[in-house]
Every structure is written in structure tokens, then in C-alpha cells.
């Protein structure tokens, strides 16, 4: 598996994953500028902020995929961006979760589920 940094080129695939999914993707500039890719199958992203925690989110896949595959990826990602925080600085790491499989991930790289929260967002 192939990993990548994300850049501008990748946009238009997430967009048609999101749409497959029946869910509509972040306008282009809301994507922050540490994501990385694997190949045609998955993606993810860290938010950098004015502390020394970050955000992980965005962790989109292929559903043409296998789910092995995609397992496999979504990992291989998540590891990478564990180790990115660390070379940027950062001493904690967040992460929102939707789906079963993800948080199941996440907990296996060691985070720590602190309960249900609703996730909200505005426009400016």
C-alpha cells in the first residue's frame, strides 16, 4: 500500500467516495493541510491548532474497496498520523468518530472513548 500526503489532486475522488456514501464532502479549503492517502482506498486528516493538540478527522474510504482493504488502509493511515502529531509537536490528539468500525480502530491505537458527545458545526 502506497501512502501519500494529500494534496489538491485527491480532492475530486474523496468528493465521489462522500457521494457514493450519499454524503456530501468539505469544501475544498476546509480540508487542513496534513492528510495523507492511500492509493484509490482511504484517507485521513489532521487538524493542527493554536495548542499542542490535534484533531483527527476525515477518514473517508472507497466503498468500492474491500473492506480488508479498507481496514487495512484506514490503519495504516491513522499510525502515520499518530506519528505526524508526534514530529509536529503535539502532546494529545482527538479524534471524532461515526462509524463503529473507526472508533473500533481508534481504540486500538491506544485512544481513549470519553463517552458520547453531539458534534456541531456553523458557517461563517
Known sequence: MRLEKYS????????EWQERRGEKFVDN?????HG????DIACGFLFCTDSAVGLID????????TP???????DKILENLII??????MSRIIATVKIPGTKKLALKHKFIDCGEYSFLTRGL
Open 36 to 39: 495523507l492517502v492511500v492509493d
Open 84 to 89: 505526524w502529531a508526534k514530529e509536529l509537536g
Open 68 to 74: 480488508i482493504a479498507r481496514a487495512k488502509a484506514l
Open 58 to 65: 476525515y477518514f473517508i474510504s472507497n466503498p468500492e474497496a
Open 8 to 15: 489538491d489532486k485527491y480532492y475530486d475522488m474523496i468528493v
Open 29 to 33: 479549503v476546509d480540508i487542513p493541510k
